[in-house]
């Protein structure tokens, strides 16, 4: 069980607050996870971002924290804020206490949970768990300053050149570990994606169901045949060509 530690004057306004969680997110700096505890015994959750001087770095009002960069190496974080925490009724793969803490879910749908529990039953890896997992508009991008990057409208995101970033709406994400399928990766259940540039412009539609950077040329398709549930891109098949500066080529 973690030690409870009890937050200092600074979050007083909270009835109760323990320390929750910390994840190592680079030989600097740390995610820790603090709670507030409602009377209904639901769990409010918030994040915030620790470096190695014990000095807080991003502001305690974040549903989730991810650390992600770009080709370049730049540290920026993906941030989850949900409008209203909704209880997750789903036990995942999650059987130590512990583990079901460290775990973060929101508004998942029986859809979701029944696609991960066929790709579990069908696994034969000797090491695969879900990360994290939600369902919703909620995610942005952040720098360390706490400056937005990307306003907090996507269902996900992910960096394909040092300025350019797929993107998401309306997605249902379940991120998960498989030891034998290539370490962490991320299944999006419904939505569409497009491309949009550091700076907020929009360069591609958010209108596709697969896209993939090939080269200095960004390919995207909508599948008509998908691969157990998930979606991937097939060159074979019909598809756009845009350059990366979101002219259309084909």
């Known amino acids: 069980m973690k030690k409870l530690v009890k937050i200092i004057s600074e979050f007083s306004k909270y009835i109760a607050n323990y320390y929750r969680k910390g994840k190592e997110i680079s030989p600097y700096s740390k995610i820790i996870k603090k709670s507030k505890i409602k009377p209904e ?25 991810e650390s992600c960069y770009n080709t ?83 269902s996900w995101m992910k960096f394909i050149t040092s300025e350019l970033l797929i993107i998401s709406k309306d997605s249902e994400i379940i ?24 700076s907020n412009k929009l ?11 090939i080269g200095n040329k960004i390919y995207a398709q909508n599948n008509k045949v998908y691969a157990q549930n998930v979606r991937y891109f097939n060159q074979n098949e019909p598809h756009d060509i845009y350059d990366l500066n979101g002219n259309k080529l084909k």
């Open 203 to 213: 360069l591609i539609p958010i209108k596709y169901d697969s896209i993939k950077l």
């Open 72 to 154: 370049n190496l730049v540290r920026y974080f993906k941030v989850f804020k949900g409008l209203k925490r909704k209880e997750n009724l789903f036990i995942w793969n999650h059987d130590e206490e512990d583990d079901q803490e460290d775990f973060f879910s929101y508004n998942n749908s029986k859809k979701a949970y029944k696609w991960w529990n066929d790709y579990l039953n069908g696994s034969f890896t000797s090491c695969i768990y879900v990360i994290s997992t939600w369902k919703g508009n909620h995610l942005g991008l952040v720098d360390i300053n706490n400056n937005i990057i990307i306003p907090f409208k996507y």
């Open 175 to 198: 991120n998960f570990y498989d030891k034998d399928c290539d370490g962490e990766n991320t299944y999006l259940m419904d939505g569409k994606t497009g491309v949009i540039h550091i």
């Open 41 to 65: 015994d639901n769990i409010e959750e918030k994040w915030r971002l620790i470096n190695k001087n014990g000095e807080y770095e991003l502001p305690l009002k974040y549903n989730y924290i």
